[in-house]
């Protein structure tokens, strides 16, 4: 099926676009999901087309078929009239006959406005909902409890964006920076979490997700249940699935996905106060701590501290966590306010 040239009636009539918009579907959700993020330039009809769905499942329950054949024969009436008069004769497709449905369905239900006002709907998807956004700076760490139920926690430097309230059919967030995420479960609601180039689905689990806008990577790392990720590969899109010990790490820069084991301690330990180091530099530990303790850390000669640390803290204050890898990797340490000084023990 060639999408790329869907009117907005055509989405509105198409029974996957339908189950996508309704969350009925799992391989719905997963396609549609999909082809949104690969074709942005269609945002605008999607979001119309998903709207007017939307609003006749509100409404047509009211209407009879009757009345539905009833205009439509009105309407192909007039038509045929029109067309004698110019001297066209043409009658009205079976296609044309479900669109024109479609636009009864749209008036009797009282949404005559939305075609005279369509202007009001040309913006993204996102905005059709209030969006709040919950946010931490460096040192801070959050719970969010979301209106289903869901409960977030949301690492230091993180913007966890969500709905006031949860559409009737879909459950959808937007992450950057890094969260633990504990799904209600609903099974006639998807939970999806948007990360630049994935989206991770779930009904009801818990996960990891780790997306800083500055790493090379966003890792998906699964704690319990079921996961589906949508991942962009090169020039197509893939879904992966995950159960617990499962993590996906895509890479920014080439594309690329691959499902591994994971270290729980080094992947989700952060939420229970863990800092777990294997075999990491100084490079690697510095711009941790600095995030995980909200300070800054200025280094002396750094290329001059040699050598990896393997360590687990929890609950340490920063005092603690600098002197026994101070030890380890052989420097000194100065703290001043939120500023730590650090340089090579052999120059003190």
């Given at each position: 099926m060639d999408y790329k040239h869907y009117k907005i009636e055509d989405f509105v009539l198409d029974k996957s676009f339908e189950e996508w918009v309704n969350g009925k579907n799992q391989e719905s959700i997963a396609f549609w999901e999909k082809w949104k993020m690969e074709h942005p330039e269609r945002e605008n009809e999607i979001a119309q087309a998903k709207e007017m769905i939307l609003n006749l499942r509100f409404k047509s329950s009211d209407i009879s078929a009757n009345l539905i054949e009833d205009k439509i024969r009105v309407i192909n009436e007039k038509i045929d009239n029109k067309n004698n008069e110019t001297g066209k004769v043409k009658s009205m497709s079976p296609q044309y006959k479900n669109i024109a449905a479609t636009i009864l369905l749209l008036l009797v239900a009282g949404y005559t406005l939305w075609f005279f006002n369509k202007e009001k709907y040309q913006k993204k998807e996102e905005t059709i909902a209030k969006y709040l956004d919950k946010t931490t700076s460096s040192g801070q760490k959050i719970n969010v409890t979301l209106t289903d139920g869901t409960v977030v926690k949301l690492n230091s430097q993180s913007k966890l964006k969500v709905p006031e309230k949860f559409t009737a059919n879909k459950r959808e967030v937007f992450l950057e920076g890094e969260a633990f995420f504990e799904v209600e479960k609903d099974a006639s609601k998807p939970f999806l979490v948007h990360t630049g180039e994935l989206v991770t689905m779930v009904k009801g689990t818990?996960?990891?997700?780790?997306?800083?806008?500055?790493?090379?990577?966003?890792?998906?790392?699964?704690?319990?249940?079921?996961?589906?990720?949508?991942?962009?590969?090169?020039?197509?899109?893939?879904?992966?699935?995950?159960?617990?010990?499962?993590?996906?790490?895509?890479?920014?820069?080439?594309?690329?996905?691959?499902?591994?084991?994971?270290?729980?301690?080094?992947?989700?330990?952060?939420?229970?106060?863990?800092?777990?180091?294997?075999?990491?530099?100084?490079?690697?530990?510095?711009?941790?701590?600095?995030?995980?303790?909200?300070?800054?850390?200025?280094?002396?000669?750094?290329?001059?501290?040699?050598?990896?640390?393997?360590?687990?803290?929890?609950?340490?204050?920063?005092?603690?966590?600098?002197?026994?890898?101070?030890?380890?990797?052989?420097?000194?340490?100065?703290?001043?306010?939120?500023v730590v000084h650090i340089k090579p023990s052999k120059y003190d």
């Open positions: 818990a996960f990891n997700i780790a997306a800083y806008n500055d790493d090379e990577e966003i890792r998906v790392a699964v704690s319990e249940g079921s996961v589906g990720v949508i991942v962009k590969m090169k020039n197509d899109y893939d879904t992966l699935d995950l159960l617990p010990n499962d993590m996906v790490i895509y890479n920014k820069a080439n594309e690329l996905a691959q499902k591994v084991t994971f270290d729980t301690r080094k992947e989700i330990g952060w939420k229970d106060g863990i800092i777990y180091f294997e075999n990491a530099n100084v490079a690697e530990i510095f711009p941790y701590l600095e995030k995980w303790y909200g300070v800054k850390i200025n280094v002396e000669k750094q290329e001059e501290i040699l050598g990896s640390f393997v360590g687990e803290f929890q609950d340490e204050n920063l005092d603690n966590v600098l002197r026994v890898m101070g030890n380890a990797l052989g420097f000194n340490y100065r703290i001043e306010n939120k």
